[in-house]
């Protein structure tokens, strides 16, 4: 993984923090059954437990103390050391890693100002590309009025839209933006974008940088498609939302969205992690390990409920309580749902159950609260989660919506 020297040290620092962290837990659970074997042992066990707790206090301080002095000066070595020109997110694996690192501790590491918080942008060659007119002009010598954007979901990359791209027949490259460029003339922009963050925070900066990139386009701009793949498309609904407050042009010219197992009305996977942290945060045993769930960035937490307002985490969240993922789709655009089941009929019960894994059909497809017209929905059943980035079938599927649908006037 090529990162650069101060890279490295927050890479440590990351890991000399998370290893105390994990020390401290494990002292927490060891505290808290002591506790209880001493508790019913009491009053004979009483000198035992004051000479245990001494020994345990001391010993815990001693490897917490250990590990940030080794963890510290390892990493400030190894970033002087290091003389590596790339940085973090430059190859696949490194650009994996930092988008699962952001996922799961993005919020963090954007509030710590640390240089392994993703910041978004769009992508070309691994590399973050200025919306200046003259860096899109250099990057598309042959741009169209028809743009295409890409957002992809929690833990993933501008690389995610080529998953399985070899078993489709059409080259290595071959993705949804690579078939709408042939088929449909879109030019397509992947971006990237720290997934730890709020989902109304990365709608925001996703209308601040589309408000730029429309404005420096090398020519005028006509449409705009919009395709979301799990949170990428709560991300597009946040920034239609955002753009439409603050008076921005870029959204008026958005024709189309397309949601790919978009969690509308929220993922269960993340609901189930949040009752078990409630359950654990009950038991004294369970504590630290409900620490360690709470500790799930601020957009992990947003899938609760599929939440797009900042009203849904700000100070004014319970007035928004469950509605909050209720914002009105872009009026003068036309939209459309893909769900899918890992069995092959909706209907069988394991289906009902797992959906693709992640989130339900139900959800992925807006349920009551979202005006999508029944024709705008398709249903995929066979497929897992991360099919849904670049499967043969939804390209088809897409294909014929917005081929055939003709651009709101």
């Not at 933006?177 to 990237?192: E, F, Q």
């Not at 059943?381 to 917005?402: C, K, T, V």
Request: with cysteine.
């Amino acid at each position: 993984m090529a990162v650069q020297p101060d890279e490295l040290r927050a890479l440590g620092k990351l890991a000399t923090r998370t290893g105390a962290d994990g020390v401290s837990h494990v002292e927490q659970i060891h505290r808290a059954l002591a506790a209880r074997v001493f508790t019913l042992t009491a009053p004979v066990s009483l000198p035992a437990r004051v000479l245990h707790d001494c020994i345990a206090t001391f010993v815990y301080a001693a490897v917490r103390g250990v590990g940030r002095v080794t963890g510290m000066t390892a990493s400030e070595l190894a970033g002087v050391a290091s003389v590596s020109p790339n940085p973090a997110g430059s190859t696949p694996a490194s650009n994996l890693a930092l988008a699962v690192l952001n996922a799961t501790l993005g919020d963090e590491l954007a509030a710590q100002g640390s240089p392994l918080a993703i910041s978004m942008a769009i992508r070309a060659n691994r590399s973050d590309l200025s919306p200046r007119p003259d860096s899109l002009a250099a990057a598309f010598p042959a741009p169209t009025p028809k743009v295409a954007v890409f957002l992809h979901g929690l833990g993933e990359t501008e690389e995610s839209w080529r998953l399985h791209a070899d078993r489709h027949g059409e080259g290595g490259e071959s993705t949804y933006g690579s078939r709408l460029a042939t088929d449909l003339g879109y030019t397509p922009l992947y971006l990237r974008y720290n997934t730890g963050l709020h989902i109304s925070e990365n709608g925001l900066h996703l209308s601040c940088l589309l408000e730029e990139v429309v404005a420096g386009w090398p020519t005028f701009v006509d449409e705009v498609l919009l395709v979301g793949h799990s949170m990428g498309g709560l991300v597009a609904r946040a920034a239609c939302h955002q753009a439409q407050a603050k008076g921005h042009i870029w959204v008026q010219k958005v024709r189309h969205v397309v949601y790919l197992g978009t969690p509308h009305q929220g993922a269960a996977l993340e609901r189930w992690v949040s009752r078990l942290s409630r359950l654990l945060g009950r038991i004294d045993e369970g504590r630290a390990l409900a620490t360690v769930l709470n500790r799930r960035s601020a957009g992990i937490k947003d899938l609760h409920s599929g939440a797009v307002l900042d009203d849904a985490w700000t100070e004014n969240a319970q007035a928004a309580g469950s509605q909050a993922h209720d914002v009105p789709l872009l009026p003068s655009a036309k939209h459309f749902a893909v769900s899918a089941t890992v069995t092959t009929q909706r209907g069988n019960p394991i289906g009902r159950l797992l959906g693709d894994l992640l989130v339900h059909p139900a959800s992925a497809r807006g349920g009551v609260g979202l005006s999508i017209p029944s024709d705008h929905k398709r249903h995929f059943g066979g497929l897992h989660h991360f099919d849904l980035l670049n499967h043969p079938a939804i390209y088809r599927a897409m294909q014929e919506w917005l081929g055939a649908s003709p651009v709101p006037s």
